[in-house]
């Protein structure tokens, strides 16, 4: 049987409780009206019966409903001399109230227990007030219900909260995985042009050739800078509110890095470009660094009229990477970055579209101003890079 955790504590706890209490009550009850061999024989069945339910956890219930419903009321049916004894057949509804998976049985069991007591009663010579011990047995078997209630709220709460754990986590994984996709796919992309640029003039132009190795090399160590950064503020959550955050001025050093890769790109902005901070900013930032990361990995032949463009009004910021250039390489379906940057955008509340245009290829984004807190990103529909 599940142990749970309850207002009386765990089932074992509970079982070991009422076999203490059986085995004091039938003690007293054995005292009631004087001490006889008959009496103690049977309390002391009873009393056994709760020490083993309460030793072995797999035993029926039946093995302490029986003793405690049948003797009690057989050591009460002739007189009241004994009615203390009733005291172990409230204990024994209460436990199996509070234990019973089958529900159905758990109630069929208070109820054969109060029709004993009020037949038993009527029946009997004498009237041992059957009003009180019914009414009795009710509100403990409604007192074990309700603790049976508590234990299977408490189960759902916890398997809510594993499962968000679960959730909570996989959204992580996630995120690293944008984070570290955006920042390996971004250096590589700005080295790469450099060293492309370095080939075509080791031989004409040493000097120009050199140089472009040199702000590859610059570039490099730059980006591994911000990996080593974003790696320590994932190890490191109490930094996450001190570590500064990309803002917009980060946006046009990242294309300026491109424009010195060789790239022919060009940046443009239009309204109060300040008021866009912490994520926003970061979602701007980290969707234009994958969107030029995209043209010089699917397109190495276009970005000849390569234009970014940044549009903040009152409540909104629009981005838009126009691509003029030449046609798209196909890909083989595996690729991250369209995924990225949807998620991206999707988790602050905005939206993106990216796809071919009459003027080449383009990545739009609209990206909400008054996002207080980030949600999780929604499924995406599957598209890549």
Known sequence: MTTTAGPLGDERRRRLLAGAAAVVGAFVAMGEGGFRIDR???????????????????????????????????????????????????????????????????VGYIVVAI?????????GPYDWAWVNWASAIALSGAFGVSIHRYDQLLLELRATQAELIDQAALIERRRIARDVHDLIGHSLSVVMLHVAGARRLVRSDPDEATRALLQAEDAGRASMAEVRRSVGLMRADDELDSAPLADMGDLVAVVERYRAAGLAVSYEQEGPIDTVTGPIAVACHRIVQEALTNVTRHAPGAGADLTVTVDVERNRCRLRVADHGGPRSTTDGRGLGLIGMRERAQSIGGTLHAGPSECGWVVEAELPLDVADPVAPRPTDGSTA
Do not use: H, K
């Open 40 to 106: 103690v024989v049977l309390l002391a069945v009873v009393a056994a019966a709760f020490v083993a339910r309460a030793r072995w956890a797999r035993l029926s219930n039946l093995v302490i409903a029986v003793p405690a419903l049948v003797i009690p009321t057989a050591l009460n049916y002739r007189g009241t001399e004994v009615e203390f004894a009733l005291f172990l057949l409230i204990l024994a509804v209460t436990l199996i109230a509070s234990i019973e998976t089958d529900r159905a049985r758990a």
């Open 115 to 123: 029709a004993t007591i009020i037949g038993a009663s009527l029946i």
